[in-house]
């Protein structure tokens, strides 16, 4: 069965050091691999989508990064944080084979101190 | 860009029906989606409805679709407490290369009063 894992669940963070969010994805190959963050308990803003190994699209410019160094492997990172990073980020995928739903991780609190 | 939007709040009482609507541009959808979002947790498919269909009815749930005007509800039937939560609409396009991208609506907060 296809599963998602995402970790930390929570994580507080002083300003200015580095961040590293991991996904992985079981039981698919080749997914497209989304990071979302939902800034206070709302709306979904799309981060970065990925299609392939090494293919990162980004929708919004910021402090973030991503990176795919796997096929089920998808790293969300910042070196240096800002108050603003502070949100509820989620990982997710679908499968490439056909418009089926989308799978997300159970999500992670960023607290940015 | 694509862009969905839906209503931010909505409020019924315990046994009465919830309509929870939301709207899109993107005339190319192939897949339209409800998912429900529990305090604190990730995101969870409700349904799903192809945009050849105009209706679909799973339980307590039926799904509308008017297509020609991009109209998307979700309609809980006997709303419980344990229904109280984020409702997200979202579409599915065709993005290129074979993939397909998700445009999230930016959610509906259901509360229902006992």
């Known amino acids: 069965s296809q599963t998602i894992h995402q970790w930390p669940a929570t994580l507080v963070q002083p300003v200015g050091s580095p961040l590293s969010l991991e996904c992985t994805v079981e039981g698919t190959s080749n997914p497209n691999l989304y990071w979302y963050r939902q800034a206070a308990g709302r709306g979904l803003q799309l981060l970065f989508y990925s299609v392939g190994i090494g293919q990162i699209s980004s929708e919004v410019p910021q402090n973030l990064s991503a990176s795919r160094p796997q096929d089920r492997q998808f790293i969300l990172s910042s070196k240096k944080l800002l108050l603003s990073d502070s949100g509820f980020y989620l990982c997710?995928?679908?499968?490439?084979?056909?418009?089926?739903?989308?799978?997300f991780g159970q999500g992670t609190r960023l607290t940015v101190v | 860009g694509e862009d969905v939007e839906q209503s931010l709040f909505l409020s019924v009482r315990e046994g009465d029906s919830s309509v929870i609507n939301c709207t899109y541009t993107d005339s190319s959808s192939t897949y339209l989606y409800w998912y429900k979002q529990e305090p604190g947790a990730g995101l969870q498919l409700l349904t799903y409805?192809?945009?050849?269909?105009d209706m679909k009815q799973d339980q307590r749930l039926t799904v509308l679709l008017n297509k020609k005007d991009k109209h998307l509800s979700l309609r809980i039937a006997d709303t419980q407490t344990g229904d109280s939560a984020i409702y997200f609409c979202a579409e599915s396009s065709y993005s290129g290369a074979g993939s397909y991208q998700l445009t999230f609506g930016k959610g509906t907060k259901l509360s229902v009063i006992p």
């Open positions: 997710a995928f679908t499968s490439l084979v056909m418009n089926t739903e989308a799978f």
């Open positions: 409805i192809f945009s050849n269909m």
